[in-house]
Each structure stands twice: as structure tokens, then as C-alpha cells.
């Protein structure tokens, strides 16, 4: 009995996956395609990036954590280094290695007093959300999984191949259906979709304002736009208030509709929005 016991003891740990974690959710999601099941992936800020605090559960998952991938979203800079401090086993992963960022604003037709009013110097950590950007993500965490895990370097590889195809095929899908728009202005709370807009030649309004509530002055100044641009949809995340985003739809006769710049499935999430903003734009 003894001997089984041990038996079934040993096969157990043998089959224990490694964990590695993800900073957010859609960085789980590329570990996941290409990872193929080989390791058990904790999602660290699984709801506002911006206002994470860890749980208890997350940091004894992180405790024993592989791998940490990384994007430079908010609260990396606060919390990776403590992280790294305690965690001397932990391998931080840049998976914006070799991507050049952009800076973070709202709208590129702001005027300049409102430039002169408001810091625009921090970069934007949003690149999951250009498909492009994605292939080179995708190859930063294949390269780490296949540096940690060699074993598993093949599964590695050729998972990766497959999803960049499918990027290409998300690509192809945003360049044909943004290219013939009546309007190329979209308006948005909180401003994550600047690669996107930058990938396809749009422009994105946003509400928010250095990561505050829009002051009235504000305000007053995005309805106005909304009216001029002919707005017919406003878009709000989950993650973010949409009290703003529904007062200026109320004041110039827009629609309010769900954007997700955190998907857990991205490519569905890719999907629905360029859907979304085509149809918004015709």
C-alpha cells in the first residue's frame, strides 16, 4: 500500500505544471495559445491595471512563479520591483522587447492650450491592442517559454507559427474593413486604443483626461466635438467610469457600447471591435 502511495506521490509531482505569470489578461491569453497547457498561468491584475493591489492568493502563485511577463502597464513599476526583491527566483519578460512605444494622449487634434494644460509624456503600454505589435509579443514569449522550458521548445514554436497566422488574418480583416470609412475620428473613455488607431489610420477621442474624470471646461469641449465629428457611438470599458462617456452620448445623441481593452480572449475581442468601429464609421 505503501508503494502505491508513493507511486501515485511521485507521478503527481511529476505531472505538476510550472506556473509562470501574466501581468495582465490578455498577456495570459498569448501564453496560453502558444504555451499549449504545459504550464498553469496566474493572471496578476485581472480587472483595472491601474488600480491593482495584489491578493494574498496571487502573491503565493507568484511565490512560486516561474516567469513573470511583463507589458509596462501602471502598476509594473511600482510592483516589479518588489516583486523581484522578493522573489529571487522569479525571471521578469519584457514582452514589448524590440517594440517602439508611442506616447500616451488622447486625441491628436487637441488644440494647444489643452496640450499646454496636460502631461502627455508617459508611453503608452497599450500594444497588445495593434495586431502587428501582437507577432512580436508573441515571439518574446516563445523565445522565454523555450529558453525556461526546452523540452517543450517544439510545441513552443510551432503554436506560435499558427497564432501569428492568425494575426495576419485579424490584420487583413482591420485593413479591409477600416479602409473605406465615412469618418475616421472614434471616441473612447479611456484612451488605450492609440496603436490601433495609429495601425489603421483612425483617430481616438478620449474622454478621459491624464487618467482623471473630464473637468466640466472639459466636457463642455468633447460634446462639442462629439457633435462635430457626428458622433453615433461613444466607447466605455468595463474597467473604467462611464458616467462621462454617457452624458456626452446623452448631450450630442450618441450611443454607448462596450469596448474591452483588457480581453481575455483577444482574438474575439479583435474581432468585435473592428465589427464594432466599422460599423460606427460607415
Known amino acids: 500500500m505503501n ?56 502573491i503565493a502563485k507568484l511565490s512560486k512563479s516561474e516567469l513573470f511577463f511583463a507589458v509596462g502597464v501602471e502598476f509594473e513599476k511600482v510592483w516589479l520591483p518588489k516583486f ?3 522573489f529571487k527566483n522569479l525571471i521578469i ?12 494622449n488622447h486625441d491628436d487634434d487637441d488644440d494647444d492650450d489643452h496640450h499646454e494644460n496636460h502631461d502627455h509624456s508617459g508611453l503608452d503600454p497599450h500594444i497588445w491592442l495593434d495586431p502587428v505589435l501582437v507577432k512580436t509579443m508573441a515571439e518574446n514569449i516563445a523565445l522565454a517559454l523555450s529558453d525556461k522550458f526546452p523540452q517543450n521548445a517544439e510545441i513552443y514554436a510551432t503554436n506560435l507559427n499558427k497564432f501569428k497566422q492568425q494575426i495576419d488574418e485579424i490584420d487583413k480583416m482591420a485593413k479591409d474593413s477600416l479602409s473605406n470609412l465615412k469618418s475616421r475620428d472614434f471616441i473612447v473613455y479611456h484612451p488605450s486604443w492609440g496603436y490601433f488607431a495609429k495601425r489603421y489610420n483612425l483617430n481616438q477621442i478620449a ?52 469596448i474591452d481593452e483588457l480581453p481575455k480572449n483577444w482574438r474575439e475581442n479583435m474581432e468585435q471591435i473592428i465589427n464594432s468601429i466599422s460599423k460606427a464609421l460607415k
Open 84 to 86: 523581484e526583491k522578493q
Open 207 to 258: 474622454v478621459e483626461i491624464d487618467g482623471k474624470e473630464p473637468k466640466p471646461a472639459d466636457l463642455a469641449n468633447l460634446i462639442k466635438k462629439a457633435k462635430e465629428h457626428n458622433a453615433k457611438i461613444i466607447f466605455v470599458s468595463p474597467h473604467f467610469s462611464q458616467k462621462s462617456a454617457r452624458l456626452i452620448a446623452q448631450q450630442s445623441g450618441a450611443v454607448v457600447a462596450a
Open 93 to 104: 519578460i519584457d514582452t514589448a522587447k524590440n517594440i517602439q512605444k508611442i506616447h500616451l
Open 3 to 58: 508503494k502505491i502511495f508513493l507511486l501515485a506521490f511521485c507521478c503527481a509531482v511529476a505531472w505538476t505544471k510550472p506556473i509562470v505569470s501574466a501581468s495582465i489578461a490578455p498577456i495570459g491569453n498569448f501564453v496560453e495559445i502558444i504555451s499549449q497547457n504545459t504550464v498553469e498561468i496566474n493572471i496578476v491584475a485581472s480587472s483595472n491595471p491601474h488600480s491593482y493591489e495584489p491578493r494574498p492568493e496571487q
